[in-house]
């Protein structure tokens, strides 16, 4: 017993020394952040810009405060993400405007924008990958994942934060969706419940490789639908259908199906 408390106590000392913040902590910021660009996201209001602005210093303290016992891990000074961070958000705020319309748009059951900010599955995971994919970018250890799997245990989407994804980008439905790291997704792509964007190898070796495939612009994914490699490119204004298994690429305009009597996939290039 006294070798297992020790090796317990080994474990504690180094998640001290790693330092992290909390997971309650992190949602809290995560959630503030998208209630103050989208207040449809809980329906708490701030019309005064003065509000808006003394909000937004908060969030960037908020966000230094996170990352201060992260230092040593960090490329630069707390502070200095901090700000780098909120300077990207109008681009974030830009690409989720444009995220919310296209799942209005694709989405014939869709009533209103407030509908799909409030209530959709697809844009909360969405919004929080954007998050965590700018501060992926700014190379912030642990807390990308920690953001972007807050939505995956919310919504059942698993995207990754390492994953390039364009704006105008549609999840209908959602649960069951995997989106690898080094997966790249081009404008105007749906996406519906269950597709895998994934890796044909786990070796660990080939953890600074493209794994993961290329969906180009204009692209839908229909249910079930596994695509997986590196070098698999989906081609721009293809249709991916329902439980396709694909480990190639195919060219644009492509209409890719089972056909279940024949047991074959079958493409009809336009």
């Known amino acids: 017993m006294s070798d297992f408390l020790e090796e317990l106590a080994r474990r504690h000392q180094l998640a001290a020394a790693n330092a992290y913040p909390a997971t309650s902590v992190v949602s809290d910021f995560a959630n503030s952040l998208i209630n103050w660009l989208f207040p449809e996201h809980t329906g708490q209001v701030m019309a005064d810009p003065v509000l808006l602005k ?15 016992p992260m230092q040593h891990q960090l490329p630069e000074e707390a502070g200095h993400i901090s700000r780098a961070f909120m300077s990207r958000v109008p681009l974030i705020y830009d690409e989720l405007t444009k995220d919310a319309n296209a799942i209005f748009q694709g989405d014939p059951a869709a009533t209103c924008l407030y509908e799909v900010i409030r209530a959709y599955p697809g844009f909360y ?9 700018a501060l992926y970018e700014l190379k912030i250890p642990l807390l990308p994942r920690m953001i972007t799997e807050l939505a995956h245990a919310r919504t059942g989407i698993d995207i990754h934060p390492g994953a390039v994804i364009a704006p105008f980008f549609c999840i209908d439905h959602g649960t069951g969706i995997v989106i690898g790291e080094t997966t790249v997704i081009g404008q105007h792509v749906k996406l519906y419940q269950g597709v895998t964007l994934g890796a044909l190898s786990i070796e660990k070796t080939m953890a600074r490789s493209k794994r993961h495939p290329t969906i180009e612009e204009h692209v839908v994914i229909y249910a079930g639908a596994t695509i997986l490699g590196g070098d698999t490119v989906i081609g721009h204004h293809s249709v991916i259908g329902g439980n396709v298994w694909l480990i190639r690429s195919v060219e644009p305009f492509s209409r890719i199906y089972y056909k279940a009597e024949h047991k074959y996939l079958e493409s009809n290039h336009e």
Request: aromatic letters at 12%.
């Open 54 to 68: 003394e909000y937004g210093r908060k969030l960037e303290k908020q966000l230094e405060t996170l990352l201060l």
């Open 125 to 133: 995971a969405i919004a929080f990958y954007r998050m965590a994919h």
